[in-house]
C-alpha cells in the first residue's frame, strides 16, 4: 500500500539533517570498500541508517525488484518514479502497482514543462531532433530537482548491464549532484534477478517479455532480437547509449 511522506518518515525513525559534500564524501571514502561485497539489503540498511530520510530510491519500473528490496527493509520508504511524458502504458501500470502493492512511498516526477509545452518551446518530437536535450529536460534535471531533500539515493545499476556500468561502484560519489550513489545491486547477474524475481514474486514490466529487457521512453526504445545487446533498443541508430542519468 501506499503511504505518506510523514508516515515513512516515522516508520524509518532516523532523521539527519543535511551534510556537506565534503562530509558525504568522507562517508563514501570510509564506506565504499568496506560494503563492496555486502548483500543488497545489508548495504540498504547501512544507507538507511546513515542517512534516515534523506535516503530515497529510484526505479525505472523495468521491474520492481530494488523497490521489494528496499520496502522489506525499510517500510516507507521514498521511491522516486520520473514520469517523462512519453512512458509506455505498461510501465506507468508497473508503477501503480509498486504503489498498491508495496510499504512505500512513491514519488512520481514531472518535468517542469509538459510535452505540449516542450513542443512549442523546442519543436515537435525534441527526442528524435535532440535526443540529448530531451533526456536533460525530462529525465536528468527532474532527477536532479527532486534528489534536492535527500543525502543519498540508490539505484538499481547493475555492472551485468553494460559494459559502460562495469565500474558502477556500490558505495560511490555522485559528484554531478553532489550526493552519495548506492548501487546495491552493482554485483548482481541477470540470473541472481531472475532468481529473485522468480523467489519473491516480484513485479515486472510485461514489456520485459514482449522483447524489451530495457525499457526507456516509448519513442526511444525498440523490441531487441534474440542475441542482441540488452541495450542495443535503447535510442537504437543513434549512437546514444545513456539519458545522462548515470554520465
Not at 41 to 60: D, K, L, P, V
Not at 106 to 133: C, H, M, N
Request: aromatic share 6%; charged share 25%.
Amino acid at each position: 500500500m501506499s503511504v505518506s511522506t510523514a508516515a515513512a518518515r516515522a516508520n524509518r525513525g532516523v532523521d539527519t539533517d543535511g551534510r556537506s559534500p565534503e562530509e558525504l564524501r568522507e562517508i563514501v571514502s570510509h564506506w565504499g570498500a568496506e560494503l563492496e561485497l555486502a548483500p543488497a539489503e545489508t548495504i540498504i540498511e547501512w544507507a538507511a541508517a546513515t542517512f534516515g530520510e534523506r535516503f530515497a530510491i529510484t526505479s525505472s519500473m523495468g521491474d520492481a525488484v530494488l523497490a521489494h528490496l528496499a520496502s522489506k527493509v525499510v517500510p516507507g520508504i521514498d521511491v522516486v518514479f520520473l514520469d517523462t511524458g512519453y512512458h509506455f502504458i505498461e510501465t506507468i501500470g508497473t508503477r501503480d502497482a509498486v504503489e498498491a502493492t508495496m510499504p512505500v512511498n512513491l514519488l512520481t516526477i514531472t518535468p517542469v514543462q509538459s510535452v505540449a509545452e516542450q513542443d512549442a518551446e523546442y519543436g515537435k518530437d525534441l527526442y528524435r531532433t535532440d535526443p540529448d536535450l530531451c533526456c536533460a529536460l525530462r529525465k536528468v534535471k527532474p532527477l536532479a530537482d527532486s534528489l534536492a531533500s535527500y543525502d543519498a539515493w540508490a539505484t538499481g545499476l547493475r555492472r551485468a548491464e553494460t559494459k559502460n556500468r562495469v565500474i558502477a561502484p556500490v558505495i560511490g560519489w555522485d559528484a554531478k549532484r553532489q550526493k552519495v550513489k548506492v548501487s546495491p545491486m552493482a554485483r548482481w547477474s541477470d540470473e541472481q534477478v531472475e532468481r529473485y524475481i522468480e523467489d519473491n514474486g516480484v513485479l515486472v514490466n510485461p514489456l520485459v517479455y514482449d522483447g524489451y529487457p530495457s525499457i526507456g521512453c516509448a519513442p526511444c526504445t525498440r523490441r531487441v532480437a534474440p542475441g542482441e545487446d540488452p541495450r542495443s533498443g535503447r535510442w537504437a541508430g543513434t549512437g546514444k547509449t545513456e539519458c545522462g542519468i548515470h554520465a
